[in-house]
């Protein structure tokens, strides 16, 4: 009988979240208040070694406030990759700002040296500001997105951001657990680098609540305010008194039931997706035409997404047609999001030399990496890529 394999699917533990929801269920505690938010809050801070961590409704909604505490506003622009899913360019918007697409490079991240040339020659950078000479309009801040559990080049980024006093949101939503091994950084969790860092637990990432997120730094003041934002800007909670516009992105106590016990099984997680992504590895790498994209140098990476590159001459067929097969197998691939600037929404907006993103584009299927993924699974994986070459 065929066996349907999925990209990426929770892994998750009934008995204990059960429990958790139970006493949710029975206490009452269904809302925005509630024992597990902050023991999820508490766990996810000590895991990534920062102070405090602000539960929030999804990685998007994390991301969104973070830009406003960050001081974006309308008219202002912000530095973002091209590469990458919608939902870490669609804040800057919410915020009535534009974006700047910039390629990527090897890893699949941000091109560190073309962003700094970009800051350098197509900027002008004067009285502390830095200001893009096409639309005479300030950037103020970077959005830098770890892809698929891969590490951007953090030292590069921030010695930019720091020439140019742009502020740094890290969207590390697909790379909790990736930290530096490395350099300057080393020891660092992706998301507590630059001034805000964001995770998601979206139903497909490396842990889950359904949908959730959380939003960290050790920067007090800037979390104080990402959590106030967040519960509706309540400057009096008893009288109901609120001097600015806030939201309801606040975490639920249902979701951080699910998130306390997900966050003690993410080292375990891990540990099977590097297993799974080194038995692909090895077997894929004698097969002509295909590669597995290698995660950086000098990082431990969480091997959130395995992505499979395809030189069509060798390979004898191109990723489209190899999707289709693996969808006739019952087998769940992707290629990679269809490029931001290209995106209907975007095609006004500011791209600076997109060169790598398209060539990635047009070649790379992620394969399936779900951390209860089996040895069976992997191995029907290859063996279909065995059996489909031409
Ligand atoms: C790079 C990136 N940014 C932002 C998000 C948004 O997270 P969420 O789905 O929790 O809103 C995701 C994942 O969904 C993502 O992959």
């Given amino acids: ?75 202002d622009e912000v530095i973002a990759p091209t590469l990458t ?83 740094v949101l890290e969207d590390a939503t697909e790379a909790l657990g990736s930290y530096y091994t490395e350099g300057r950084y080393a020891g660092k969790y992706a998301g507590t680098i630059g001034d805000l860092g ?24 800037l979390l104080d305010k990402v959590r106030f934002l967040s519960v509706q800007a309540k400057t009096d909670p008893l009288y109901f008194i609120h001097d600015e516009i806030g939201y309801n992105y606040r975490m639920l106590n249902l979701q951080a039931a699910l998130g306390t016990d997900q966050i003690d099984r993410l080292e375990s997680f891990i540990e099977t997706k590097i297993k799974n992504y080194n038995k692909y590895k090895k077997e894929i790498e004698k097969i002509e035409g295909l590669e597995l994209l290698p995660f950086n140098n000098g990082i431990r990476a969480n091997h959130w997404f395995y992505s499979l590159k395809i030189d069509k001459e060798k390979y004898g067929i191109g990723r489209d047609e190899l999707l289709q097969k693996f969808v006739e197998a019952g087998i769940q691939t992707r290629p990679i999001w269809g490029l931001i600037h290209e995106q209907k929404c975007y095609l006004s907006n500011q791209a600076y030399d997109i060169e790598k993103a398209k060539y990635y584009y047009d070649r790379v299927l992620n394969i399936p990496c779900s951390s209860n993924l089996t040895d069976e699974d992997v191995e029907i994986v290859i063996q279909k890529l065995k059996e489909f070459k031409k």
């Avoid at 990426?8 to 204990?16: Q, T, W």
């Fill in 85 to 167: 899913f919608i939902a870490a360019v669609n804040p800057i918007k919410y915020q009535g700002a534009e974006p700047i697409f910039i390629d990527c490079d090897d890893s699949l991240c941000m091109d560190p040296i073309k962003l700094e040339k970009f800051c350098s020659e197509e900027c002008e950078f004067k009285n502390s500001k830095l200001i893009n000479k096409k639309t005479g309009k300030q950037i103020k801040v970077i959005v830098a997105v770890h892809i698929f559990g891969n590490l951007l080049d953090m030292e590069k980024i921030m010695d930019t951001a720091k020439k140019y006093n742009l502020k």
């Fill in 1 to 75: 009988m065929k066996k349907n394999i999925a990209l990426s699917i929770p892994n998750l533990e009934v008995e204990p979240i059960l429990n958790n929801l139970k006493e949710c269920l029975e206490s009452g505690w269904v809302s925005t208040g509630g024992r597990f938010i902050s023991e999820f809050e508490e766990k996810v801070a000590k895991y990534v070694n920062v102070n405090e961590a602000v539960g929030i409704q999804s990685g998007t909604a994390g991301l969104h406030t973070s830009l406003r505490v960050l001081g974006v506003e309308y008219g």
């Fill in 198 to 221: 964001v995770y998601s637990f979206n139903a497909n990432k490396i842990i889950t609540t359904g949908g959730g997120g959380m939003v960290i730094s050790n920067n007090k003041e």
